[in-house]
């Protein structure tokens, strides 16, 4: 039995169809790619893999999933789970073992948030395994409430105008990251979790600590909602509907003509 057969056909369908309109808005996927999924054990990671299998006996095109997750070295982390999860979508999970726990210990500044080092960390982890993996991307489980999150955060403490991208190349220019999950709202993602039956994996961390920034933000959205039901919705459509012209930056001025 599929695990998605007992999400709502309806829910399915429309998580389906938004990754697919991701996938084809910024040209996500193509034929031969070989795709290295980040899989932390979270609701979204897991539903960003359930998805990404489905589309992929559905495409027309030819491509690979390699799920993977980094085993930090906390103690007992539920690798077990994931890769029973992963078999049960006939995937075969690649566990990288690292000595995270103990560099989180001896290398962690104080007053730093443990959970941002750890995550710099993994996504380093990740690009290691895709490298060694022959895989050219790799997806991750941000979805759209991260996305407005992240635009927020850095609007309120940072002063910048960024959010993310569903689509980037890293750095070293061989591996792009792909945020399939950018048009999903992450209460559909509770809901079509919970429906399918499938527990989420804790990091076992004995010190994480919660952002407490991105919870004000989600603390903020939450309350605006109330009286602007579709402020994340416009939001999100801010993120593709930039309008140069009318901002301050300096750079967009030096020839004359933003």
Known sequence: MKLSNSIDPKLW???????GRAIADFGLINHGDRICVGLSGG???LLLLM????LQQRAPISYELLPVTIDAGFEQFDTAAIRSFSEQ?????????TEHAALINTK???GSSCCSFCARLKRGA????ARRLGCNLLALGHHRDDFI???LLNQFFIGTLKAMAPRMLCDSGDITVIRPLVYVAEEDIITAVQQAGVSAVRCNC?????????????QLLASLEQEIPQIKNSLLAALSNVQPRHLLDKNLYKDGTP
């Open 108 to 110: 962690l500044r104080p």
């Open 149 to 151: 999150e992240t635009l």
């Open 13 to 19: 369908r429309s998580l389906r169809n938004s990754v």
């Open 126 to 129: 990740l690009y290691g395994a």
């Open 89 to 97: 979508l006939g995937l075969q999970l690649v566990v990288e073992q």
């Open 51 to 54: 998805l990404l299998r489905e």
């Open 43 to 45: 609701k979204d990671s």
């Open 206 to 218: 004995p010190v994480a600590d919660a952002d407490q920034q991105r919870q004000r933000m989600k």
